[in-house]
């Protein structure tokens, strides 16, 4: 990697929507600690325009191999469909680069074990480099305050639990040709939307002990689910329940943790600040004391942004350390996503730690259920959708 006062050098793979949207601002906020050096896309236009957003010698190359040869980055930042993740993280980490890969950072239990491997095939555990999935929503200001709450009992016992991810997305949105697909985007909903909510909620409680779910397919013409419920059962007791909707014309992304001695509820849609984070104190606790003092969400706000965990990372980078949202701490998430599938596609509870090598679950989130719901008689193409 680059000395410890250089610029880390950033490589961006995938030019679309999420790069420009997320990852430039990103890259832009911490300009003083990283440079973005190269781009990857398979579209030569998509491409150019990228770099001309970008400004800067920003190089652009089509294939990722010839850009890792050539510009050996520190850093890969990775915005490209799903099915591509696996591929490019391993290349980007056999070839010495620290990556950052949205989510989701692959398409099953499987492929991510195989990237564990990749990164310790290279110097991972030993100082890098080291892999992490987006997962912005936990390093926002406020969820970091309602985390050390809880962790710290400030809140009481955690009892009940709500995490809800009710989006809307119209058949043009499933135009897109991997959208939809189990081979190409993994999953609906559950996996592509309600993963945000769903790694934060875990975030917040900690270990999931069971889980019993539903889905279904009830209007978008597509391979995976369009609705996802589920009721979840975490190690320390507590009890939740989970919606992830694509069908939902108000949207809203929600969590809200009912502890015995207050509520603490998040209400946003795709990335929250202080404000957003709302604390309820139970009849028996009395307001405005230095107890529920603490409660208040810290003055300096930190929005949830691909920029606030882009931070931590470079702090980790420079400092050789497994970095926030990294292999270590992200395969809880996924895990629960697959299990959330094997429960609705089966009908039965599924326990943390069932799904192992062996598992059809394990090897794709629909496991043997390629065609696991057939469209309702009920739907029809003139609905008004």
């Known amino acids: 990697m680059s000395s410890a006062t250089a610029r880390i050098r950033a490589a961006v793979v995938g030019t679309g929507a999420i790069a420009r949207g997320s990852h430039l601002p990103a890259l832009a906020a911490h300009a003083r600690d990283v440079e973005l050096v190269a781009a990857v896309d398979v579209d030569d236009e998509r491409l150019d ?25 520190d850093l890969v930042l990775i915005g490209s469909p799903p099915a591509f993740h696996l591929e490019q993280t391993v290349a980007a980490l056999r070839a010495g680069a620290w990556v950052l890969c949205e989510k989701p950072l692959c398409l099953s239990l499987a492929e991510y074990d195989a990237i564990v491997e990749a990164e310790a095939e290279g110097a991972g555990g030993h100082g890098g480099p080291y892999a992490a999935v987006i997962s912005q929503h936990r ?11 809880l962790a710290s009992g400030a809140l009481g016992t955690p009892l009940v639990a709500h995490c809800q991810t009710t989006w809307y997305r ?30 934060l909620l875990l975030h917040l409680l900690g270990d999931w002990a069971e889980i019993r779910a539903m889905a ?16 979840v059962r975490f190690a320390n007791g507590a009890v939740g329940t989970v919606v992830n909707s694509v069908l939902s014309p108000h949207e809203v992304s929600r969590i809200r943790i009912d502890c015995s001695d207050a509520t603490v509820e998040l209400t946003h849609l795709y990335g929250h600040t202080n404000d957003d984070w709302v604390y309820t104190p139970a009849p028996h606790v009395a307001a405005d004391t230095p107890r529920t003092n603490v409660w208040r969400t810290p003055a ?4 949830s942004s691909h920029a606030a965990q882009l931070g931590g990372l470079l702090k980790a980078m420079r400092s050789a350390t497994r970095p926030p949202g990294g292999l270590h701490d992200a395969r809880r998430t996924l895990e629960f996503v697959s299990a959330l599938y094997k429960a609705a596609f089966t009908g039965l509870p599924v326990r943390a730690g069932e799904i192992t090598p062996g598992d059809a ?16 008689a009920t739907t029809t193409e003139d609905e008004g959708r």
């Open 300 to 303: 300096a706000d930190v929005p």
């Open 139 to 149: 390093y926002g200001s406020g969820a970091v305050h309602a985390r050390d709450l």
């Open 49 to 73: 325009g990228f770099r001309r957003v970008a400004g800067g010698n920003v190089a652009g190359y089509l294939r990722l191999d010839e850009m890792l040869a050539a510009e050996r980055p």
């Open 216 to 231: 279904g397919r009830l209007v978008h013409d597509v391979e995976s689910e369009d609705v996802s419920t589920a009721l």
């Open 170 to 199: 119209d058949t043009a949105y499933y135009a897109v040709p991997w959208r939809g697909r189990w081979s190409t985007e993994g999953g609906g909903p559950s996996m592509g939307h309600g993963i945000h909510q769903m790694d």
């Open 361 to 376: 679950y394990y090897a794709a989130l629909h496991g043997d259920h390629p065609d696991w719901a057939p469209r309702t």
